[in-house]
């Protein structure tokens, strides 16, 4: 059982490129979430899902996008990564609502030069 | 916007003295997490606070829920070395979109031996 994962652990892009960050759960879980962290800010929301096939915005949801195609995992696309998208990605996973801890994974941290 | 505060930002305490972090919402919460994050590491949950007045232990954490729901404290008492990290408390979003959570900046804590 390994909980949540994320790939890459680390990456390192210029400006204009794009990625994707992929999370995965074995939990079984409907809700996943996409968080950065940045020095001072904590976690901010940046889209999450409530189940297979669906997405919603979160806090900061510009310059991103996500896919839930398959209910164990969630996609976070970077279609043109600007130096402001430079963080650290959590995803995080949980098995209902606001009444449920979130799990979450190791981070991704992103680096756009 | 929804917001929820957190104070101290940052509290640096010889091993043996205690700790508290306070965590103030904008708006009634129908409940609130706590998380912990290692330096280095992901954010892990503590508790879960539902009931007005509500206070909770494990060993040396003290956690409680303000009588209007709106606030809640962490007290940590003799500090470890092991207590070291950042601790976040967290509150349903009540606008926006439901199942999601709204994270305070975080408290970090250092622990000098």
């Known amino acids: 059982n390994a909980g949540v994962t994320q790939t890459p652990k680390f990456r390192v892009l210029k400006t204009g490129q794009s990625m994707t960050l992929l999370c995965a759960q074995d939990?079984?879980?409907?809700?996943m979430y996409w968080y950065r962290q940045d020095p001072g800010m904590g976690l901010r929301l940046i889209h999450y899902s409530v189940g297979e096939g669906t997405t919603a915005k979160g806090e900061v949801p510009d310059g991103y996008n996500v896919s839930r195609l398959k209910k164990q995992n969630f996609l976070l696309g970077l279609e043109s990564a600007a130096p402001s998208q430079t963080s650290v990605y959590f995803c995080a996973s949980s098995y209902g609502g606001n009444y449920n801890e979130q799990f979450f994974g190791p981070g991704t941290r992103l680096t756009v030069l | 916007g929804q917001q929820v505060m957190q104070i101290p930002q940052y509290q640096h305490v010889q091993e043996g003295e205690d700790f508290t972090t306070y965590c103030n919402s904008s708006t009634t919460l129908s409940n609130i997490q706590w998380y912990k994050q290692r330096p280095g590491g992901h954010p892990v949950f503590l508790i879960q606070?539902?009931?007005?007045?509500e206070v909770k232990k494990q060993k040396r954490l003290t956690f409680q829920f303000g009588e209007a729901k709106k606030n809640s404290s962490l007290h940590i008492t003799a500090t470890q070395t092991t207590d070291v990290g950042t601790y976040f408390c967290?509150?349903?979003?009540?606008?926006?979109?439901?199942?999601?959570?709204?994270f305070g900046a975080g408290t970090r804590l250092a622990v000098h031996p």
């Open positions: 967290a509150g349903p979003a009540t606008s926006g979109g439901y199942n999601k959570l709204i």
């Open positions: 606070l539902v009931k007005s007045g």
């Open positions: 939990m079984n879980h409907e809700y």
